[in-house]
């Protein structure tokens, strides 16, 4: 074999010989997504593994996703098996206070309406050529939870799971962007200024005894939700008990850190120029905006209609919160109200729908899986 | 197709507002009977 034979060989098993448009597109992606998070702190603990490892795994060559290569086990042991959304939900319940929701828990009902984005994106999803569990997927983006959206894409249409990951996580990094003009439209200066009675302060007692009852009205009301709500509801129990001190720690710290670097990676290696590039995830990106953009409408209009019974008005400004980007949705409930009136303070007001929203969305995933599995 | 989401979107959409009213009923029934009792306990005090 002559010297330019092996040059030739090698040359051939580099990456360069197989490296085509589509994927360096697929690093303009990635770099588009660490730059969000780099540049503007757009969930920059997901975006930059997202990022990262779409970057990575558009290398040509690179045995990183075929069968048991490195990204393919933590994606396979980790989405595929359902486990890291629910360890995520561990750590969000013990990051969660629902003091602010125990205290008023007229605004549950917020998290509720908040999720009506995701049945008009269901809808519109259908509309557009995606089968009944490909729209449920989609259309689940409008409740703004990354964990919840990826739990039940994975179970009913794995072959979109890393659009609809991507653009869940992309769209709760882009609530202070997309709510704040939706919630002014909507809103009258008058109501935008309404000032909330402060909150009472929730006992220890009741913060114990709030993630049993929680978990026993969602799961007997929605089993199919359980692994989810039960590992919510267990974060939360660490935290108000009060005796576990190191699980609390080990919950809202390393183990959480630990999933979201894997969920990060998984997430991104499901976009490779092949599975990306084509008009299916462009869809999903649009339909996920309207998902979104609806569930705010959804969260004021109720807040509106409740105010024509309520003695003590709430303001609907805290409606919004109630799609469960915790807490940046209800820090723009605040934000919003601020412009408005600079002393008023809804940040805690809006804490209540903005938890209800996570369940919210939980249970409608649920009620997904229950009619379509 | 249309008809089966249509009962698909009905039924969930219910069975939030359902869940989450339950949830709110029962965590409002939980905060009563606290008041009840912390009020019971300084009575007893006084």
Known sequence: MSAFDVFQMILLKTGFFHLTFGHVFMWGVGLFFMMLAIK??????????IGFSIFLVNMPLAPLTGK????????????EWEVIPCLIFLGIG???DFGPMIANPKTILLGASAQLGVYIAFFGALLFGFNIKEAASIGIIGGADGPTTIYLTQMLAPQILGATAVAAYSYMSMVPLIQPPIMRLLTTESERKIRMKKLRKVSKTEKIIYPLLATAV?????????????????GNLFRECGVVERLLKTSQNELLNIVTIFLGLSVGSTMSAEKFLRPQPIFIFILGLVAFAFSTVGGILLAKLMNLFLKEKINPLIGSAGVSAVPMSARVSQKVGQEADKHNYLLMHAMGPNVAGVIGTAVAAGMFLTQLK | MWAESLKVAVIGFSVVFVSLGVLALSVWMMSMFFKHEDKKAEEVQQ
């Open chain 1, 40 to 49: 503007k702190d757009f969930e920059p603990l997901l975006l930059v593994p």
């Open chain 1, 68 to 79: 048991g290569e490195l990204i393919y086990i933590f994606y396979h042991y980790g989405l």
């Open chain 1, 218 to 234: 969602i799961c007997l009301i929605t089993p199919a939700v359980a692994p989810l709500m039960g590992l919510l509801m267990a």
């Open chain 1, 94 to 96: 013990a990051l969660t």
